[in-house]
């Protein structure tokens, strides 16, 4: 007894020792955090930018990196559908980064700015009265089962719903501009498959580069809807 006694006096000093040197070991993280928080604004470190609204009940034009949203607005105000659509998608790969390559990685949409993720789609939302935006996309994904994991079910039933697909058949990107009334969540149509597909197939036939496009399509929406912050 004395024996199990003195070892568990001894697991609870080592316990105390553990936990005093992990509380200092935080203490340390803490304040190399506030030093190299100190040094960022000494720096100049990008802010958020933010453009006035035009009135009290616009959205603010907020952006991480200072990207421009006033296009993207006046395009929305004025009911111009796809070239809103097209604007979106150049803004994005901008914040991003990714203007050169001119489509998105998983890790680009899982990395977007909250604020600049927030903007975009409160635009969307305001000026299209709550039909458009993808945070109505996600609404409708998530109604029909859709997660993080593909289920090729899910995301035909989610394109019949949205209208990027009639009676059984995928529409192209055109196409979905041409009906006279929008489904509810048609738009933005950045996850239509073949949005990219201004440049020519490339070193791929044409068949193999929209079978390559609709993935990396399906991969930017699947990972935007599973954002939290939308």
């Known amino acids: 007894r004395e024996e199990v006694e003195g070892r568990l006096s001894s697991l609870e000093s080592s316990g105390a020792q553990a936990r005093q040197e992990l509380e200092r070991q935080l203490e340390w993280e803490r304040g190399k955090r506030q030093e190299l928080e100190a040094l960022l604004q000494s720096q100049g470190e990008v802010q958020p930018r933010v453009v006035e609204p035009l009135s009290s009940g616009d959205v603010p034009l907020v952006s991480a990196v200072g990207v421009s949203y006033s296009r993207l607005r006046d395009l929305l105000v004025a009911k111009k559908w796809r070239e809103a659509d097209q604007e979106t998608y150049k803004r994005m790969l901008e914040v991003a980064g990714r203007e050169s390559e001119g489509w998105f990685r998983g890790s680009d949409i899982e990395n977007f700015p909250c604020q600049d993720l ?84 490339g070193p791929f036939d044409l068949i193999d580069s929209l079978r390559i496009l609709k993935m990396v399509a399906i991969i930017f929406a699947i990972t935007i809807f599973s954002r939290r912050d939308l």
């Open 118 to 201: 927030a903007t975009i789609d409160k635009l969307w939302v305001k000026y299209s009265s709550g039909k458009f935006g993808f945070s109505v996309q996600k609404q409708i994904y998530q109604s029909l089962g859709g997660t993080n994991e593909w289920d090729e079910k899910v995301w035909t039933a989610f394109s019949d719903q949205v209208g990027w697909r009639k009676r059984g058949r995928w529409l192209n990107y055109d196409e979905i501009f041409d009906e006279t009334s929008h489904c509810v969540g048609l738009l933005p149509g950045i996850t239509h498959c073949d949005l990219g597909l201004t440049g020519g197939p």
